[in-house]
């Protein structure tokens, strides 16, 4: 849902973004075998969407390692310039990722220390709705504790 201030970011239905360049596209494969998540992206060196963009998958791959220790990751102006965002898995019955909680906004707003205060709150959301879907029980990584 856009927000209400002037600024905002409105993607139209449909529009597809790599997953190595969004927060929430890190979310859904930052739990998958490596092996699973270089056939997804393809070869390196992996598409630029703006200076920032990781294009280097041994860089991505350490980013995702980020995901997996405290839970929920952010992306500052890699899929867009100025645009920054945070995102968390849920977890389906099976355990696997099945969707990804998101938050993006202006750099401006969504700031280091914006992103570092909504992103263990986010991890718990995530891992809440994961649960009532039938996800397995996940003890949040202490770094994703927020309360």
């Known amino acids: 849902m856009p927000g209400a201030s002037s600024l905002r970011a409105v993607l139209p239905p449909g529009t597809r973004l790599p997953y190595h360049a969004t927060a929430p596209g890190k979310a859904l494969i930052a739990h ?15 598409p630029a969407l703006t ?3 990781l294009t280097d998958q041994g860089e991505l791959t350490a980013d ?10 952010a992306e500052r102006s890699e899929s867009a310039t100025g645009q920054n965002g945070i995102a968390a898995p849920v977890f389906g019955g099976a ?15 969504l700031d280091d220390a914006a992103l570092a205060a909504l992103g263990p709150q986010l991890a718990e959301a995530a891992a809440t709705l994961g649960a009532a879907l039938g996800g397995p029980a996940r003890h949040l990584p202490p770094a994703a504790r927020g309360r």
């Open 64 to 73: 995702l390692a980020t995901l997996r220790h405290g839970g929920w990751l």
């Open 32 to 46: 998958l075998p490596l092996a699973q998540v270089r056939a997804l992206l393809g070869r390196a060196p992996l």
């Open 95 to 109: 355990g696997d990722p099945v969707a990804a909680l998101g938050v993006t906004g202006p750099a401006a707003r």
């Open 51 to 53: 200076p920032r963009t």
